[in-house]
């Protein structure tokens, strides 16, 4: 048997042993077992469900708001997929389902005749995504999920009230909401649509109470004719996904701040064609208090994996044959989408329904609430902003299983860090990616969310998912005391990206580089061009504006060619020549896999221990801790380049190169640019690292590389990588930024000039270039004073 999707990762362990059965063009297929949370409490039964998927789904929203099959249905002649997920068996409590041949017959031709009296064409119901009169008539009259209003002879009306849930969890530091993304229906339907989970109100009316008209009563957010809508909201998560009560207060947490009532009248409802719908809807945020606790591990968390529910009791075997389940029994399959601001604009709100301005209710399931107040205008600025963090790739969830079963682990006899070595254990940098991402970084149809997929390259990104709580988790004597301060989960791997996008960018200056280096990228990662200082989609515009246009781009792009990233090619004959810049593959290529590596000894819980050969080292005795991160990399790359797949394969010179940017070389840029102290106190550590460490091997161009790198660590100190290169954009002082830039061509001449020739050419070059002219340089003895006091000076 082939290989199967299992939680969105690829396997190659056989889910059901008829590989016949499984490729045929049918509904799901489970097996079950039970399943309880932390406390011990059972929460139902788990399944494992093997379903055929279209390779290619869309999660964008229905074109209205509730239960109308405004989707794609399935086409068993597309191109499919298999997987097999885990699938929650819901209570069944409160679902009404009733099969289509137990309906009152004489009622429901009844029912169907009001419906062609009304001027109703029911003709089509039941084909082409919509829903039969037996299904209005269930929900009407078994379920009371709705009612219909019959003012006159064509006014007909269905009226249902919903409450809405917004289940909301971090996921590697990114909120993240819950949504179905396919639903198996009762009548062997498929549909594929983005739904949170979702309940009709019941109605408390009796069967022959009659509604001429939607009454202000109806409108009313506090409606006296249906359940209460807090009650309600605990029902839903309970007949949706299974989760009772008990398992809701443990788990979760109401937000105050969520809360909405909104009302859409006369929609035109793809579910029933000609009649329209009124919907009134309560909308509500949930937060799962903590995703790492083992009770919530049923659904999905905490690496948000997708899960399936079953409701009521959906036979696998009928749903595959002429046989239709009973009407209200379904399966969905949920997956956790990164999460959106959201909008509240209450849409065509009636005259007569009057909005209350009461505070929202502090929860749902407190006795006494205050009446939640209707939606307000929605600030559409704050709306716009972007989210700025990247989400994890769907491979992470798997590595982080990975690497936590290998907390538990012995260490490896002779290793410096056990974990470490078991975590990149029979790992490999995928070369071939990586020199194809290099080659078409200044492709203009190369795309930022494409570069993001092709970092999956570099198998050390995955180490920056170990955090505090990975530490925490190991044993005693881990050393988890030297975490970074300040982070939360999954910012280091944010930094990281940010810094790989610091590079994307600099390398496509002369595309859309500009733009995204200085502002971020939009929704669709595409790089924002702002229109002006009130443009919301960025925060604090004015200053991203002043960057871009202040900044010097020039200097940027000189320090990559410096570096040898890039080169410039010159063709043409003796009358007529042209250039054109192009990429250094290699050099490119060490760059990226630098950035991949450069702080994953920030995760505390691998940093190295001295070995008895190697002691001691930069300090550090037998058996010690390397603290430092930048020693602890250069310990592994000196002395185990192997555990580092992504150093480890680099050819000698770039191994060379790269191992120099992590050296300590003492060297304060702020005292060089400024001038603010002579050149042995600025150089000394800078020349004895080349000279006594690299045996005077590191070049210009090393140097220049070091820079580089520098520059994109910094770049991407935010926790924002799809905000832009923020540190400098709006936190950075933009003069600062541009004397370093100019500076750089000049520090790097240390590799082969005196560290008083390198002073004095720079101290030369700014008394030319200053602003006002300052004269002919001065000479003399006087003359190294006088232009040392003029960079002391700065803006004065």
């Known amino acids: 048997m082939g290989n199967v999707q299992v939680c969105g990762c690829e396997t190659g362990t056989p889910v059901i042993q008829d590989e016949e059965a499984l490729l045929s063009p049918t509904a799901p297929m489970a097996v079950k077992r039970e399943t309880s949370d932390a406390s011990g409490q059972q929460v139902g039964n788990v399944t494992n469900l093997v379903y055929i998927e279209r390779t290619a789904y869309n999660l964008s929203s229905a074109a209205s708001t509730t239960d109308g099959l405004s989707s794609r249905q399935s086409d068993i ?44 064409d029911t003709s089509k119901w039941g084909y082409g995504g919509s829903k039969s009169v037996e299904h209005l008539f269930w929900e009407a009259y078994q379920q009371k999920g709705c009612i219909i209003t019959t003012k006159g002879p064509g006014e007909m009306k269905r009226v249902t009230r919903l409450v809405k849930i917004r289940l909301v969890a971090e996921i590697f530091g990114v909120d993240h909401a819950l949504f179905s993304r396919m639903q198996f229906l009762h009548d062997g339907r498929t549909a594929e649509r983005k739904q949170v989970p979702l309940r009709k109100l019941s109605w408390t009316t009796s ?45 979760l947490v109401w937000d105050s701040e969520g809360y909405r009532y909104t009302i859409e009248d006369d929609v035109k409802s793809d579910g029933y064609p000609g009649l329209n ?53 379904q399966l969905n399959i949920w997956t956790w989408a990164r999460a959106t601001t959201q909008s509240h604009a209450m849409a065509r709100t009636p005259s007569s329904a009057k909005a209350s301005s009461a505070p929202s209710p502090a929860s749902p399931t407190a006795a006494a609430a205050p009446v939640a107040a209707a939606a307000a205008a929605p600030n559409k600025a704050e709306e716009m902003r972007l989210i700025r963090r990247v989400p994890l790739p769907a491979s992470s969830a798997q590595a982080l299983t990975r690497m936590q079963a290998a907390l538990a682990e012995t260490n490896k006899k002779g290793s410096p860090s056990g974990l470490l070595w078991r975590c990149m254990e029979n790992m490999s940098t995928d070369w071939a990616k990586a020199k194809r991402m290099a080659n078409k970084m200044m492709d203009p149809k190369y795309t930022l969310s494409q570069f993001y997929a092709d970092l999956s390259a570099f198998p050390e990104l995955n180490l920056y998912l170990l955090d505090d709580k990975a530490s925490s988790s190991s044993s005693a004597g881990s050393p988890s005391a030297g975490m970074s301060s300040g982070r939360t989960l999954g910012d280091e791997f944010q930094r990281t990206i940010g810094a790989f996008f610091a590079i994307f960018w600099m390398m496509r200056l002369d595309l859309d580089g500009k733009d995204g280096f200085a502002n971020g990228v939009d929704e669709t990662w595409l790089p924002v061009a702002l229109t002006g200082k009130e443009d919301m989609r960025v925060t604090q515009p004015d200053k991203r504006i002043a960057f871009q246009r202040n900044a010097k781009w020039d200097f940027f792009q000189k320090l990559l060619m410096d570096a040898g990233l890039i080169e410039e090619k010159k063709s043409g004959t003796i009358f007529k020549s042209s250039s054109k810049i192009q990429v250094n593959e290699k050099r490119l290529v060490s760059l990226l896999a630098l950035t991949a590596v450069h702080d994953i000894m920030k995760m505390a819980v691998i940093l190295p221990e001295v070995q008895e050969e190697h002691a001691p080292y930069h300090g550090y005795g037998l058996g010690d801790t390397i603290g430092d991160h930048d020693h602890a990399l250069s310990y592994m790359m000196e002395h185990y380049p192997q555990v580092l797949p992504s150093f480890r394969d680099l050819e000698a010179s770039e191994k060379r190169s790269v191992q120099f940017t992590q050296c300590n070389l003492c060297f304060n840029h702020g005292w060089f640019v400024q001038a603010e102290a002579p050149p042995g106190a600025i150089f000394t550590t800078f020349r004895e690292a080349l000279v006594r460490d690299h045996k005077s091997l590191i070049s210009q161009r090393d140097v220049a590389l070091y820079f580089v790198h520098w520059l994109t660590d910094l770049a991407g100190a935010e926790p924002t990588p799809l905000g832009g290169c923020e540190k400098f954009s709006v936190k950075f002082p933009l003069p600062v930024l541009n004397s370093f830039l100019r500076s750089f061509e000049f520090v790097e001449k240390i590799a082969t000039q005196t560290e008083t020739g390198v002073m004095e050419e720079y101290l030369q070059m700014r008394w030319s270039e200053h602003t006002p002219s300052m004269g002919t340089v001065p000479i003399g003895d006087s003359a190294i004073a006088k232009m040392r006091l003029l960079c002391m000076a700065q803006m004065n």
């Open 77 to 120: 002649s597309s191109k499919t997929k298999t997987k097999a997920i885990s699938m929650l068996q819901t209570a069944g409590i409160g679902v009404v389902a009733m099969p289509p041949e137990k309906l009152d017959k004489t009622k429901l031709a009844s029912f169907r005749e009001n419906l062609h009296l009304a001027g109703i």
């Open 207 to 251: 069967e022959d109470t009659e509604f001429k008209e939607c009454t202000e009563e109806i409108y009313a957010e506090e409606c006296p004719h249906t359940e209460n809508w807090k009650i309600g909201c605990k029902k839903t998560l309970e007949e949706r996904l299974g989760l009772s009560q008990a398992w809701q207060a443990q788990h």
């Open 277 to 329: 719908t009124l919907y009134c809807i309560h909308e509500v945020t949930f937060r799962v208090r903590d995703p790492e606790h083992s009770g919530v591990q049923i659904i999905g968390l905490p690496e948000g994996q997708e899960f399936a529910t079953a409701e009521g009791d959906f036979n696998f075997n009928c749903q595959q044959d002429d046989r239709w389940l009973a009407i209200g029994t």
